[in-house]
């Protein structure tokens, strides 16, 4: 063992990196997958976490490039170091998956995610929300007397802390977008 | 346009079944005589004949089936030919395309049911993609580590007239695995062998997919550095077990001395094997002491299973030679006093003779019936199939294979009713050779309409069935770990095997007595045509030596172990 001398951590040299094995803990990583967008692309990719019993804690699709036929998959995914670099490896397998990339690991990332609130409430509770929506930077949307629709972006945890404080406020539905994400600075 | 797209594909046979939604392809089929059509009896046949047929050459094998339950019928053989890397191309017909989505007659969602067991496969919505997408499917089943792929071909698809696309324009460009090992990691690996004290090749089935000239660099290295080698049930004969360094099997059934020798390596060089639980046993007590290396071309076999220290990402064959010549220019350097202990050592386990077996002159052991059948074909241009079972992992022991290409059998899916269509694709590629299926009583039932096959191609085929009236393994294994309470592995009402093949065509002898199995073999060898030989075997022999579920390489039970309750804990649960 002493005679090896491997370099840490992912490169372009290998698809998938050697961190301590003994480190068995569960971690939280964003993955964008770049893929063609074609039939049943999405469905290779779910089924792969479904088929392997990998998790999925978040997952956001969409065509970004029209012409080249690209879609963008974001997945926050979690698991042990081992099981991130399988999912990383399996999904590098799939025929029509171009990159993978773990923006966990290879940088720093911006992440963000959209969630419209219905709240539902009178009075004081009404005026109540309204002010902490001013504060988290969320805007009304829709608005009856009796409910707002908030939309408001930021990190999972913002969303999470303004689900939490909308709740006894009389929050009625949400939708997420799960999250999308891109590493910081240039491309390489 | 399909048959136009198989020739420039090179192909020249197809297994397949007719169909409703294929039609319009078998009739275009009708009016050509490039490609051949082999008629089988089921579509799971089609697809293990063409499996034979691939492995046995290095060619993609080709089949063609109808829609819904053809494809269905498929799906057993598409997973079979995934777990063991097999490149197939699959076709598949599929009801109109104005007809997808209404639960037609004979409609299943094909690409949604092969999904998770082809490495691709494609829905062709409009006649000019057709030629194109076939070629990138012949492309992605035969690059990188191999596997099936199946193209779904709606009827109007196949009636309308478009444009064909030639291999040469299509786009195939975006699938290219990497080839080319990095060349600091194999220097790497270089400087490992030169220190290494213990060092251990433990090849696999990806030696083999990376064509011959990996099994030739393989050898050359094996044998300019001394340094002993085993491999898995699908590496059998990239190194030939004639071979001074060869230490036989491993795994589960594997020999002792490879067992012991991966158990106590200190330098474990794996070439194309992805450490499968039948290979690793216990993984958190697997070669405890060693410098794990690892050559594949899938970056997913990596730290998949056990956690291997030096990676080398790219083709057996490509990353060989490179470390042949590294190795070469920096001096040819081993460990030579180290490495002859570790041959005395070795040779030592070797002495243990795993493989002994109590012989009887009153009733044919399966072991002696291997032994005689190896004996007598051993010198002949052979290929070996096999189906699954106690019977496979014997031929595996006691049938030895000096070249790639020459085994045929069902590793990772361990699909029962392998062998009998998959020496039918062998012998289709390979009309002049013997080709024998070695199988049980309870596999053979499994696929045993494809004699029809066999009669009707004039196959010339052996089937070498070894009868003891049992699913032996399953017996085994009650027997060891289900208190000896034999449910359901025995078959009260086996057909009579011989009129059974004389029903079909083909020719049967049954032989229960020790004396005359030679004088079966010799017939069976020496008829022109299509031989079934039954031989009544030893109904309660197990096979040994075997590593009990949950236990570690060091842990074997063998032949004259007492193995009741053998298996025990955590164990239990495997299987």
Redesign the interface.
């Known amino acids: 063992m002493a005679t090896l001398n491997i370099k840490k951590g992912s490169s372009s040299k290998s698809a998938y990196d050697l961190r301590d094995p003994n480190i068995e803990a569960v971690e939280r990583h964003t993955l964008a997958v770049v893929v063609d967008n074609e039939a049943g692309v999405l469905a290779r990719v779910i089924g792969l976490f479904a088929g392997r019993g990998y998790n999925i804690d978040s997952l956001t699709v969409a065509e970004v490039d029209h012409t080249g036929h690209r879609s963008r998959i974001t997945i926050v995914t979690s698991g042990t170091p081992q099981v991130i670099d399988q999912i990383k490896a399996q999904l590098g397998r799939i025929v029509p998956v171009h990159e993978v990339h773990d923006l966990t690991v290879e940088s720093e990332s911006v992440e963000r995610e959209l969630a419209l609130f219905k709240v539902e409430g009178q009075g004081e509770k009404r005026v109540e929300a309204l002010r902490m929506a001013d504060i988290y930077r969320a805007n009304v949307v829709d608005s009856t007397l009796e409910s707002f629709i908030f939309e408001i972006t930021g990190s999972t945890a913002k969303i999470d802390a303004f689900a939490d404080l909308m709740r006894p406020l009389g929050l009625a539905e949400l939708a997420r977008t799960g999250v999308a994400a891109l590493a910081r600075g240039k491309v390489d | 346009m399909l048959v136009q797209a198989l020739k420039d594909q090179g192909v020249d046979t197809v297994f397949g079944y007719p169909g409703g939604a294929v039609l319009p392809i078998y009739d275009e089929i009708f009016q050509q005589n490039d490609i051949r059509h082999v008629l089988v009896r089921h579509e799971q046949g089609a697809v293990h004949a063409a499996e034979g047929y691939a492995r046995s050459t290095g060619k993609p094998g080709v089949v063609l089936v109808t829609s819904g339950p053809g494809a269905t019928n498929a799906v057993t053989g598409l997973t079979d030919a995934l777990l063991d890397s097999i490149p197939i191309v699959c076709f598949t017909g599929q009801v109109p395309t104005f007809m997808i989505g209404t639960d037609g007659f004979q409609e299943a969602d094909t690409?949604?049911i092969t999904?998770?067991c082809t490495?691709?496969n494609w829905?062709v919505k409009d006649t000019d993609d057709l030629a194109e997408v076939i070629h990138q499917a012949f492309h992605?089943a035969t690059t990188g580590r191999p596997g099936p792929t199946l193209v779904d071909i709606p009827k109007d698809v196949q009636f309308a007239t478009g444009t064909y696309t030639p291999p040469a324009k299509s786009r195939t460009d975006?699938?290219k695995p990497v080839m080319k090992g990095?060349a600091?990691?194999i220097t790497?690996l270089v400087?490992?062998m030169e220190?290494a004290e213990r060092p251990l090749f433990y090849t696999g089935g990806g030696v083999v997919n990376s064509g011959p000239g990996a099994s030739q660099l393989l050898r050359e290295l094996v044998d300019a550095t001394g340094f002993p080698i085993t491999s898995t049930l699908m590496g059998l004969g990239s190194y030939p077990a004639s071979g001074k360094n060869w230490l036989g099997m491993l795994g589960m059934h594997g020999l002792y001395e490879a067992n012991m020798a991966m158990h106590d390596c200190d330098l474990m060089i794996t070439v194309g094997a992805r450490f499968d639980d039948r290979i690793t046993g216990r993984t958190d007590a697997f070669s405890p002491g060693s410098?794990k290396v690892q050559i594949d071309i899938?970056?997913?076999s990596?730290?998949?299973i056990i956690?291997v220290?030096?990676?080398i990402?790219g083709d057996v064959g490509h990353v060989l030679e490179d470390a042949l010549r590294i190795w070469k220019s920096r001096g040819r350097k081993t460990n030579p006093e180290a490495l002859a202990n570790w041959w005395d050592q070795i040779n030592k386990w070797k002495e243990v003779d795993c493989l002994a077996f109590t012989n009887s002159d009153r009733v044919i052991k399966p072991q002696y019936a291997l032994q005689r059948l190896e004996a007598l074909t051993k010198d002949k241009d052979r290929y070996i199939t096999t189906d699954v079972g106690q019977h496979q992992m014997w031929a595996a022991q006691y049938i030895h294979f000096e070249e790639p290409n020459r085994w045929m059998t069902s590793g990772g899916l361990g699909t029962m009713g392998y062998g009998l269509p998959a020496s039918n694709g062998v012998q289709m590629a390979h009309p002049d050779a013997l080709v024998i299926n070695v199988a049980g009583d309870a596999s053979f039932m499994m696929n045993i309409q494809e004699i029809s096959t066999a009669v009707q191609f004039r196959l010339p085929v052996k089937q070498f069935i070894l009868n003891n009236e049992r699913l032996g393994m399953v017996r085994q294994w009650q027997q060891l770990l289900h208190g000896e309470r034999y449910s359901h592995s025995w078959t009260e009402s086996l057909p009579n095997f011989v009129q059974l093949a004389e029903a079909f065509g083909c020719k049967g002898r049954t032989v229960k007595d020790p004396a005359e199995l030679d004088d079966a073999i010799e017939e069976m060898i020496a008829y022109d045509g299509p031989f079934l030989l039954e031989v009544l075997v030893e109904k309660h022999e197990n096979c040994f030596p075997m590593i009990p579920s949950g236990e570690p390489h060091n842990k074997m039970l063998m032949s004259d172990a007492a193995a009741t309750d053998a298996i025990q804990g955590d164990g239990q649960v495997m299987v």
């Open positions: 690409v949604g999904r998770p490495k691709h829905l992605v975006h699938y990095d600091d990691l790497e400087t490992l220190k410098t899938d970056a997913s990596i730290n998949k956690r220290d030096l990676p990402i």
